[in-house]
């Protein structure tokens, strides 16, 4: 249960000719209880805390976030009213929900994986979430159900939602103070190293200090995943697959340089009209008995198109986990 909500299992096993059909798993049913007026409800104007779903969007996207599972809402199909039926009026509102591509290999290979649906009592203290903080993750929880949803058929459009998932609530977060002069040495690292050449300490300071309203989204997103950044999975692939989870190291290829190609890849993908790099949308090959690969082992060429090891940070499955637990971290410290 969660709260007024109960989540029954509809033990929907598939059988073998149906085993990459979507379909019914789990039913809500909902106690909706009328609030006093004496408690003074009180009602949002405009439109910042619209997520473009109903209630039974909200639920299917917090079971989706912290199950780390598909979950899409079909709509309601039995509603009890005051002095009805005692057994429910049945509707037939379903919605077709069916966007999941199947395949042998999958992009996202965790998200096939059975759960508990008696971990979402972990959820409960989204209930205690101001009501800024708790539309904030409701939006972010949307967008990572509907990138996970669609991510066998779409992943290009599956990282751009990721994305912007913890963009939403990075404008929330309090991460502490932006390093001006680190952010201009990853963005314009010419420039800084000419600056050091030419110049003393102060006047490269001076510089990134004038610049800082140019930071904005980069900087929060680069400061929430580090704030929020969850450990590492629990099974991972032989050491040449997998990315190194520390934030920053001396090699440079720490986890920081990584995120920040994934924005970068990003921000190319809308402006520029750029594709992520095709190996990045496609499936992870499995290394040992469960261990998927976290990112590719070297430089790869597709058709025209080649992209060396350090522009391919991560498949888009290690991404999925990163953003779905800096989430859940987030949603437990807000409180």
């Known amino acids: 249960m969660l709260g007024p909500y109960?989540?029954?299992?509809?033990?929907?096993?598939?059988?073998?000719?149906?085993a990459f059909t979507t379909r019914p798993a789990v039913i809500v049913r909902a106690d909706l209880c009328e609030i006093l007026k004496s408690h003074g409800a009180s009602k949002v104007?405009?439109?910042?805390?619209?997520?473009?779903?109903?209630?039974?969007?909200?639920?299917?996207?917090?079971?989706?976030?912290?199950?780390?599972?598909?979950?899409?809402?079909?709509?309601?199909?039995?509603?009890f009213e005051p002095g009805g039926d005692p057994l429910g009026r049945p509707l037939y509102l379903i919605e077709d929900r069916n966007f999941v591509r199947h395949s042998a290999q999958s992009i996202l290979p965790w998200h096939r994986l059975e759960t508990n649906l008696g971990l979402l009592n972990d959820a409960s203290h989204v209930c205690a979430l101001s009501d800024d903080d708790a539309s904030a993750l409701l939006r972010a929880a949307r967008l990572y159900q509907n990138a996970v949803w669609i991510a066998e058929a779409d992943a290009a459009t599956a990282w751009l939602l990721l994305v912007s998932a913890i963009e939403c609530l990075a404008t929330r977060?309090?991460?502490?103070?932006?390093?001006?002069?680190?952010?201009?040495?990853?963005?314009?690292?010419?420039?800084?190293?000419?600056?050091?050449?030419?110049?003393?300490?102060?006047?490269?300071?001076?510089?990134?200090?004038?610049?800082q309203d140019l930071m904005g989204s980069t900087a929060?997103?680069?400061?929430?995943?580090?704030?929020?950044?969850?450990?590492?999975?629990?099974?991972?692939?032989?050491?040449?697959?997998?990315i190194n989870w520390a934030w920053t190291s001396k090699d440079g290829g720490a986890l920081k340089q990584r995120v920040a190609k994934i924005y970068d890849l990003r921000s190319k993908a809308l402006h520029q009209a750029i594709p992520f790099p095709s190996i990045l949308c496609s499936a992870p090959f499995l290394n040992g008995t469960h261990?998927?690969?976290?990112?590719?082992?070297?430089?790869?060429?597709?058709?025209?198109?080649?992209?060396?090891?350090s522009e391919l940070?991560?498949?888009?499955?290690?991404?999925?986990?990163?953003?779905?637990?800096?989430?859940l971290r987030w949603a437990a410290q807000a409180n």
């Open 173 to 211: 977060s309090s991460v502490g103070q932006i390093n001006c002069v680190e952010w201009l040495r990853h963005k314009k690292p010419q420039m800084v190293e000419l600056l050091e050449k030419k110049c003393d300490a102060s006047v490269l300071e001076e510089v990134a200090n004038s610049l």
């Open 220 to 242: 929060k997103f680069m400061n929430f995943v580090e704030k929020f950044l969850p450990e590492p999975p629990t099974t991972r692939p032989q050491a040449v697959f997998q």
């Open 6 to 18: 109960t989540f029954m299992n509809t033990l929907a096993f598939p059988s073998e000719r149906q």
């Open 291 to 309: 261990a998927y690969v976290e990112c590719p082992s070297g430089g790869v060429t597709d058709g025209s198109s080649s992209w060396k090891k």
């Open 313 to 327: 940070p991560m498949h888009l499955h290690i991404f999925a986990y990163i953003v779905r637990g800096a989430i």
């Open 45 to 79: 104007k405009g439109f910042e805390h619209h997520h473009g779903g109903g209630l039974d969007d909200e639920l299917a996207a917090l079971a989706s976030l912290f199950l780390g599972i598909r979950v899409q809402s079909v709509g309601e199909v039995r509603r």
